[in-house]
């Protein structure tokens, strides 16, 4: 039994709530006795509890009291009550109430350490997600934003260093390619990060909408304007504002965001009086913005604002070293939402997600991960559980090497050079996952490399 696990035993009948964490204690739990309701408040303020065991019918504080303090203050806790026959539909209520579970008295030690065992399973399990996604974060990532390959490298220690600072900063790169998640991250990490984060999508609404919107308006600024209105950048106040597909701003909008960033004051739609507003400015686009200031569609002078630091994030399919890296981000991320062990991933899913070329870049792979979760039911993922159409139309078509049909004959060192070097191709240099598709052990696949003098 993990020693990390904590019980509080929660009874006012004390010699009952001894023997509860005396029987747990024999096998492993390391149990804490609270006699009482009031006193299980006090101890579940100061200690942190990985599962709270509490009778219901407690004086003068009762179980389901106990239930709510756990969930406000150790929400990850799992719950069981203990309740007489006589109270069951009450103890009911309480598991609609986030309780894991209820026992009845008188305990059978069995069944309660059956209920126990799978409480503490469910605990280690999000546990062991939690620090999957901390190592990950620490050794390949930046709040969300993941990656190995020297670009995304790149990336992340200038995130890093941008982060803490004021300057606007202009993302830039295909649709899907997270420049929301790298907006997030820059918030997160700054000293604006216990204030608003605020998302806009500038091509997503109608020009007047889109201004109301963003600058709020007075009662009777249009037509339909009943009420008064604050507007997304004056909610922001103190945070930071997300502007995606600012390339899409009409031209008399992009004036009027000028004047915030070189004021800090807005206007209200139908309002003489400026608001002053500290904000923080964060914009992306995927389109050219310096072609459409030769056009006349973007205002040169915005441009240059809102690019004090500008990022631009490659494809997936031009950083395909990250893609087995995502695949173990997203596996993880979904497995822990959705309350799974990890799943194993089949050599066939891996090659077919390598060799795809992911037009909706990390977004459209994302969505491919949570699918297939989904879809498991056998605990490895495969190409059964693929449901992405246009993928499945690629799985088994990947063109061959011309060099394929040229080693009919040959030697069987030349055959395993070859697909040793096509599979390194494949996977962008990483050998981690070629030792993996190719099923042999990273030791053996390094000598390989030296054998046959393959760089």
Known sequence: ???????????????????????????????????GGREALR????????IVITD????????LEVLQKAKRELPDAEVVILTGHSTVQTAVRAMQGGAATYLTKPLDINELRLVADKA??????????????????ERFGFEGVVGNSPQMKA???????????????????????GKELVAKAIHNNSPRKSKPFVALNCAALSDTILESELFGHIKGAFTGADRERKGLIEHSNGGTLFLDEIGDLPPQTQVKLLRVIESGEILRM???????????????????????????KFRTDLYHRIKVISIKLPPLRDRRED??????????EFAGRYGRPIPGISADLRKALMA???????????????????????GELGLDDLTDEELLATVGTAPQSSGTSQLVGQPMEAIEAHYIAETLRLTGGNREEAARLLGIGERTLYRKLKEYNIT
């Open 56 to 63: 219901l019918v407690m004086e003068p504080v009762g179980g």
């Open 43 to 50: 101890l579940i303020e100061e200690h942190d509890f990985d």
């Open 120 to 137: 503490s399973q469910s605990r280690r399990l999000a546990r062991e997600n939690i620090e999957l996604h901390r190592q990950l974060q």
């Open 356 to 378: 795809y070329s992911w037009p909706g870049n990390v977004r459209q792979l994302r969505n491919v991960v949570e699918s297939l979760l989904v879809i498991d039911t056998d």
């Open 1 to 35: 039994m993990d020693p990390q696990i904590r019980v509080l035993v929660v009874d006012d009948d004390e010699p009952h709530a001894q023997a509860v964490a005396e029987s747990l204690g024999r096998v492993g739990y390391d149990c804490t006795v609270a006699v």
């Open 323 to 332: 893609i087995p890296l995502l695949i173990d981000y997203f596996v993880r």
């Open 155 to 177: 990336i992340i220690d200038k995130l890093r260093q941008v982060s803490p600072t004021p300057a606007t900063v202009l993302i830039l790169g295909e649709s899907g390619t």
């Open 270 to 296: 139908g309002s003489n009086e400026p608001i002053h507003v500290n904000v923080r400015l964060v914009t992306a686009t995927n389109r050219d913005l310096p072609e459409m200031i030769k056009e006349g």
